[in-house]
């Protein structure tokens, strides 16, 4: 999935996100910049964190999440890992519910927001 | 009393009586001797204005704005406009931006851009119900909030789902299933 601005999009509820920022003028990059969460012993990354969105305008990182239970408590646990990292980073997490919320209130289907 | 489509109530009609006049007694003692232009979006805002004006004891003056609403989908929404602008000038003015609800403050955010290009003596935000749980903008100049509100579709008092149900005297909690039915044509 792509949008206006060129992003590739790993899932639709993202892009309809980018559609909601772009409509209200807020300014967003796509998974912009990548936080090494942990390393090997040769110094090599193994585990990282990118968050979906950041919005320049707010300095605020987003991850929408709509995951299944399993998947977002490991994404919890890398949330917890990259604040305690980069306490200086702002990075707020959107979990399932907060994204079908949000679409709800612009009355999107369920199909839109997958 | 909730009926059909509203889950439960969350605020009577008594509840938000008296906290509108507290925020009403608020707003009295800052804004006293200066000109105080109250400015709402139609249509939320409607109700919770003409309650906290009729409650406030400083003479005052209110406008009205509305804005497009954006649509989903994969078609071009465009950009938020103005569908109707203000008619009062906010130059050098002190301007209090009423609402009914703040959720992610994207709203918020556009009409506080256009708002504070118009140069107004001071900006901010007085809402009735203020919900964090998803907030994305949140350096919002909220100087005045009437309640929390929690994590659910709320309607009544100026809140509605597809237009109905604004005029609740309540605010409720709609029923979670109704708002996944799809919209009529």
């Known amino acids: 999935m792509t949008d206006g601005q060129g992003a590739q999009f790993a899932h639709e509820s993202e892009s309809e996100f980018a559609r909601i920022l772009d409509f209200y003028g807020i300014r967003w990059e796509y998974e912009p910049r990548s936080f090494p969460l942990e390393y090997d012993g040769t110094g090599r990354t193994i585990e990282s964190f990118s968050p979906d969105f950041y919005l320049p305008d707010f300095d605020l990182y987003l991850e929408l999440t709509t995951l299944r239970q399993s998947l977002v408590t490991r994404k919890n646990r890398k949330l917890r890992r990259m604040r305690a990292l980069y306490p200086h980073v702002r990075v707020k997490i959107l979990y399932g519910r907060d994204v079908r919320s949000l679409f709800a209130k612009y009355d999107l289907q369920p199909a839109s927001i997958r | 009393m909730p009926a059909g ?138 100087r005045y909030r009437g309640f929390e509100a929690p994590d659910a579709f709320l309607v009544g008092y100026g809140l509605d789902f597809r237009e109905q149900y604004r005029t609740l005297p309540y605010i409720g909690v709609l029923q979670p299933d109704l708002i996944a039915t799809p919209a009529p044509p």
């Open chain 2, 5 to 142: 489509p509203i889950e439960r109530v969350l605020l009577t009609e008594e509840q938000i009586r008296l906290r509108v006049g507290e925020m009403a007694a608020q707003v009295t003692r800052d804004y006293l001797g200066l000109d105080l232009l109250l400015v709402t979006v139609l249509k939320g805002g409607l109700y919770f204005l003409a309650d906290l004006t009729r409650a406030l004891e400083i003479p005052t003056t209110i406008d009205f704005m509305a804005i497009s609403s954006y649509r989903g989908g994969k078609g071009r929404s465009g950009a938020v406009r103005l569908i109707k602008d203000l008619e009062e000038d906010l130059s050098g003015r002190h301007v209090l931006l009423v609402e009914d609800i703040i959720d992610t403050g994207l709203t918020m955010s556009y009409l506080l851009r256009t708002l504070r290009a118009r140069d107004p003596a001071d900006l901010a935000i007085c809402t009735l119900l203020d919900k964090t749980t998803r907030r994305i903008v949140d350096d919002l100049p909220i």
